[in-house]
Structure formats: structure tokens, C-alpha cells
């Protein structure tokens, strides 16, 4: 077999276009196997030293790698809720999501600026979806929530960092929007992935590796000791890393957090960058399939979009850099006009908002099911509820 040639081991002096383009390119593979540096040199043909500076690099901009969990493939699919919590709730909102993180399925929330609502995302077992929404209903009845809008999504996807529209030195994007608009798409959907066969062993992985996806597999194992009081065998950890959670593709990738939030375990709370982007989140009711291609085409075009799904109904998520706010919204507008009747968009406090990593502790490892009791539930929200009123 021939040996794909590599350079020289000594780092070469690279000008800032083309120490970005190698960047990209890098930052294109670690998208698609993560930060392995050494599998990284020898796809793209270069010394892994080199590799290793560039990544390097990459770091210095303090952006967390993680894994993207394939939701699809544990028998989850995406609900985005958009809701405004009642009066008695509205100063609990943090702890509650919290609650309904290791209760209910909630893997994200996001507080809209100068409004009342949030979204909360939700990734639930597709045969619970129906009884699922049921409980939304009665925790609205109860007063958890003034109103509920519900979005069906069959899949949600990260989209990965467009490395080659970035300027690594600077630390920001470079690209024109209208240049971007008039580019021809040649996107095509993603389709919903199968389930598959797991256990909780690759849950775990799994939730690790969406936390931090840089850390030695020897680390990942302590993590888990530590937070689960599961002890794996190393051997048995590799082995469910290369045949389950990459081999059976619960993982859609990785990606490069260049909007700079991350989980803060020792401060326990989510760190973003002040000041440099502005989220969006887009949604759509019930677009005909014509109409969620061509949103989906002209996202396709924007770097800056960071998450999309699709479904009965369309969400997209957009982290604009403060610079190219105008620019965005203007192409924002531009685009929803076929579907304006059915479709909101909002500007999210990243202050308020907190994205969790994997609802593994709600699957049961003898039943092999995902657990979601309604009725037990219901009665922990009404003893909630009576404390809440007794605080109030």
C-alpha cells in the first residue's frame, strides 16, 4: 500500500491566507472524527507537529470541541417548545429547567430579550411523543406554563463551523453576505437516522464526549467514576467507543463551539462571550415541503447558522457576529416572506440560556426502555407547584 507523502517535520512560516486555509481544512476534519491530531496529519498529507501548531492555534480562541449526539439514533426525536411559563414560575425558571432536564426529556432552553418566552427544547422517545405532549398540556392546565406552542421535528442537526469563511488571526468572520446569497446551493437534506442498539455504557460515552470532546479516554473514564459511580474497564470503554458510539454512528460528528459558549463544571454554569454574537432562533409552522427546501437552501449559504431541524414544522438558529447583525436580519426578512404567515423569529439572551448534554439517566438499563411515567410525574409538579405557591 502506498504511504501518503508528509512534509517536513519542522513548522513552516505560513502567511495569514494561507495559514487559514490550512485551518479550515483541519478544522473540516476534526468536524468529522474530532481532535486526532496524528489522524488529522495523515488524511491531509501534512507532519502532525504542523498539525499540532494549528491546532494549537485553534485553541487560542478558546473554542470547546464536543461531540454532536445523533438523537435519531437513541429513538429520540426533537420537540421545540415555545412557552411562557405563568406567573408563579416565571422567577423559577432556571431550577425548573434543570428539573425537567433529569425528569422530562428537556435538553436546552433559551430566554427571548425583552420578551416573555422561551424555547425549550426537548428530546423525547418517539413513542412517547403523543403522551408526551399530553403532559406539556397538563402542565400548562396547572399553571407551569401560560402558553405552549409546539414544533414537530423528525431530525436536528449542528451544523459544522464554515472554517474557511473565518479569519483565525482576527478571530473573526470574514465573508459578504449578499456574495453568499447569490452562491448556487447544492444541499441536501439529512435523513432520519435508525435506531440502534445501545446500553448505558454508550450513553455515558456519549454524554462525555458532548461535553468535551479533548480529553484522553483515561480522563473520560474518571469523569464517569466520578459523576455516575460507574467504574468501566478501560479496555471495555475503547471497545464501546469505536464499535458503538462511532460504529453505529451515535454521534453526528463534532463540533468547533466558535460562539464560545461552554459548561463551566467548577463554576457550574454556562460561560458565553458577551458582546460578540447575537442568537436567533427561526421557526415555522407546517411548511409544505417546497417551502422547507428552499428554507433550508438559503440557509445553507449562511455560515453563521449553528443548528436546523426539520420536520412537520422547521426550526433554524442563528449566531450572528454584532458586525453583520443588520446584514443578517435583512437576508432574515428576505427569506421568510413566502412563509411569513406562519412563521416568528426571536433574538435570544444568551445570559438565560443553558444546553444540556444528553438525558441519558432517564433510560433504564434492565428494561431497556426510556422511562417517562405521566402520572408520577404529574404529582411531582403538584408538589412543585404547592411549594412554589407557599415561596411565592
Not at 481532535?35 to 498529507?45: F, T
Not at 452562491?183 to 432520519?192: G, L
Not at 460504529?247 to 461552554?262: A, C, D, T, V
Not at 442568537?279 to 415541503?289: G, L
Amino acid at each position: 500500500m502506498m504511504e501518503t507523502p508528509v512534509e517536513d517535520a519542522s513548522v513552516p512560516v505560513q502567511d495569514s491566507k494561507q495559514l487559514n486555509s490550512d485551518m479550515a481544512l483541519m478544522v473540516k476534519e476534526i468536524s468529522k472524527i474530532g481532535p486526532k491530531i496524528p489522524e488529522i496529519a495523515r488524511r491531509m498529507g501534512r507532519h502532525k507537529e504542523t498539525v499540532r501548531y494549528w491546532y494549537k492555534k485553534l485553541q487560542e480562541h478558546d473554542f470547546a470541541i464536543q461531540g454532536i449526539t445523533n438523537h435519531e439514533a437513541f429513538g429520540l426525536q426533537r420537540i421545540l417548545l415555545k412557552v411562557s411559563f405563568g406567573d408563579d414560575y416565571a422567577q423559577y425558571v432556571r431550577p425548573l429547567m434543570f428539573t425537567m432536564n433529569e425528569l422530562c426529556y428537556v435538553v436546552s432552553y433559551a430566554k427571548a430579550l425583552a420578551e416573555e418566552c422561551y424555547t425549550v427544547n426537548c428530546s423525547v422517545p418517539r413513542e412517547l411523543v403523543g403522551e408526551y405532549l399530553t403532559f406539556v398540556d397538563e402542565l400548562r392546565q396547572m399553571g407551569v406554563f401560560k402558553k405552549v406552542e409546539v414544533f414537530n421535528l423528525g431530525w436536528i442537526r449542528n451544523i459544522p463551523m464554515h472554517g474557511e469563511y473565518y479569519d483565525f488571526n482576527s478571530g473573526r468572520w470574514d465573508f459578504d453576505l449578499e456574495g453568499q446569497a447569490e452562491k448556487e446551493s447544492t444541499f441536501q437534506a439529512p435523513t432520519v437516522s435508525e435506531k440502534v442498539k445501545f446500553d448505558k455504557i454508550d450513553l455515558l460515552i456519549t454524554k462525555e464526549l458532548v461535553t468535551d470532546a479533548t480529553r484522553e479516554l483515561q480522563e473520560i473514564q474518571a469523569s464517569i467514576k466520578k459523576t455516575d459511580g460507574v467504574d468501566i474497564n478501560y479496555k471495555t470503554l475503547c471497545w464501546h467507543l469505536k464499535e458503538h458510539v462511532m460504529g453505529q454512528g451515535m454521534l453526528k460528528g463534532f463540533r468547533i463551539n466558535w460562539m464560545g459558549s461552554r459548561w463551566d463544571p467548577v463554576a457550574d454554569r454556562a460561560k458565553h462571550k458577551s458582546h460578540s454574537y447575537v442568537a436567533i432562533h427561526f421557526m415555522v409552522k407546517n411548511p409544505t415541503d417546497a417551502e422547507r427546501k428552499d428554507l433550508m437552501r438559503s440557509f445553507d449559504r449562511l455560515p453563521v447558522v449553528w443548528a436546523e431541524g426539520a420536520g412537520y414544522d422547521y426550526f433554524s438558529e442563528f449566531i450572528v457576529p454584532t458586525e453583520m447583525m443588520l446584514d443578517c436580519m435583512e437576508y432574515l426578512e428576505r427569506v421568510m416572506k413566502p412563509v411569513r404567515d406562519r412563521a416568528s423569529y426571536h433574538i435570544m439572551d444568551q445570559r438565560n440560556a443553558v444546553a444540556f448534554a444528553l438525558t441519558y439517566q432517564l433510560y433504564d438499563e434492565e428494561s431497556k426502555i426510556w422511562k417517562f411515567n405521566r402520572e408520577e410525574l404529574l404529582a411531582k409538579f403538584k408538589v412543585l407547584e404547592a411549594q412554589v405557591r407557599v415561596s411565592g
